[in-house]
């Protein structure tokens, strides 16, 4: 009997710690001082994992990650900060909501780069 428990707690607790969205991580990088492109890009990454478990946190994060990104002029990042909010508000099932936000990030985003990112 113990062993089977054992072996049922070996196998499954792993996947206590790889199932939680890694929040601390968001929060530290939001608090850096040194707001670059390769800082938006790691933000955009981190928010990508909680858009489903934490949509509100997901858009708060989104709308920030967004107004750094156009002080950046930095258009990969408002493109995916855009895309990033729309898919939290998808989640939220604010579905109207995200559509304006697919279509600002498309327009945003110049052709040649959107028929690179599409082929992909």
């Known amino acids: 009997m113990n062993k089977k428990i054992c072996f ?3 196998l499954f607790f792993p996947a206590l710690f790889f199932a939680q969205p890694n ?3 968001l929060e530290l990088l939001s608090q850096s001082q040194n707001k670059d492109e ?3 890009d ?3 990454i981190e928010v990508g994992d909680i858009i489903n478990s934490n949509p509100k946190l997901a858009v708060e994060y989104t709308k920030t990650i967004l107004n750094i990104s156009k002080k950046l ?3 990969n990042g408002i493109s995916n900060s855009l895309i990033k909010n ?3 508000l998808n989640v939220l099932g604010k579905y109207d909501e995200a559509k304006k936000q697919i279509d600002i990030a498309l327009k945003s ?3 040649n ?3 690179i990112k599409l082929r992909l």
């Open 73 to 75: 002029s930095y258009e």
């Open 86 to 88: 729309a898919a939290a």
């Open 23 to 25: 929040v601390n991580s």
């Open 8 to 10: 049922f707690i070996f």
């Open 42 to 44: 790691k933000l955009i």
């Open 38 to 40: 390769a800082w938006v």
């Open 113 to 115: 780069i959107l028929l």
């Open 109 to 111: 985003i110049p052709d």
